[in-house]
C-alpha cells in the first residue's frame, strides 16, 4: 500500500503541469498506468501539448526514437566507465565502476521494458478518443 502511495506521489510530482484528471483517466487504464510509471522511472515525458492547449500522448515512433535515444546514452556512459576503468586499476575505482554500471544496467534493462510496453500496448490506446476527451 505504501508502495502505490510513493508511485502515484512520484507520478503526479511528475507530471504536475498536466491535468489531473488526464493523470487519473490513464491511471485507470492498465497499459497506460504501466506506461506512466516506466516513463517516471526512465524520466522520458509520454505527454505533448498541442496548439497551447490539449494534451496529447505523444505518437508512437516518437516515444520510441526517445527511447532509443536514452538507451544509446546509457550504453555510452557504461562504455565509458569502463575506459575510465583501464586507464586507472585501482580497487576502489574498479568497485565504483562495477556499481555505477549495475545502477546504468538497470536502467537500460527498464528502458528495455518500456520501449516493450509501448510496443505491445500502445497501439490500444485510441489517440482520437483521448483528444477527444481532454481537449478543451
Given at each position: 500500500?505504501e508502495?502505490?502511495k ?9 507530471y504536475?503541469?498536466?491535468?489531473k ?8 487504464k ?5 506506461l ?14 498541442q496548439?497551447k492547449?490539449?494534451?496529447k500522448?505523444?505518437e ?29 586499476k585501482?580497487?576502489?575505482?574498479l ?6 554500471n549495475n ?10 521494458t518500456?520501449i516493450?510496453?509501448?510496443?505491445k ?8 478518443n483521448f483528444?477527444?476527451?481532454?481537449s478543451?
Amino acid at each position: 500500500m505504501e508502495n502505490n502511495k510513493n508511485n502515484l506521489d512520484n507520478l503526479e510530482n511528475y507530471y504536475k503541469n498536466i491535468d489531473k484528471p488526464i493523470i487519473n483517466d490513464c491511471l485507470n487504464k492498465f497499459n497506460l498506468k504501466n506506461l506512466l510509471e516506466l516513463s517516471t522511472v526512465t524520466d522520458l515525458y509520454i505527454f505533448t501539448k498541442q496548439k497551447k492547449k490539449e494534451w496529447k500522448l505523444k505518437e508512437k515512433r516518437i516515444l520510441l526514437k526517445e527511447c532509443e535515444v536514452k538507451r544509446r546514452q546509457k550504453l555510452k556512459e557504461v562504455s565509458e566507465s569502463i575506459n575510465e576503468l583501464t586507464k586507472n586499476k585501482s580497487k576502489n575505482l574498479l568497485l565504483e565502476v562495477k556499481k555505477k554500471n549495475n545502477s546504468l544496467l538497470d536502467e537500460i534493462e527498464t528502458i528495455d521494458t518500456l520501449i516493450e510496453t509501448i510496443e505491445k500496448d500502445y497501439p490500444e490506446i485510441d489517440q482520437n478518443n483521448f483528444l477527444e476527451k481532454f481537449s478543451n
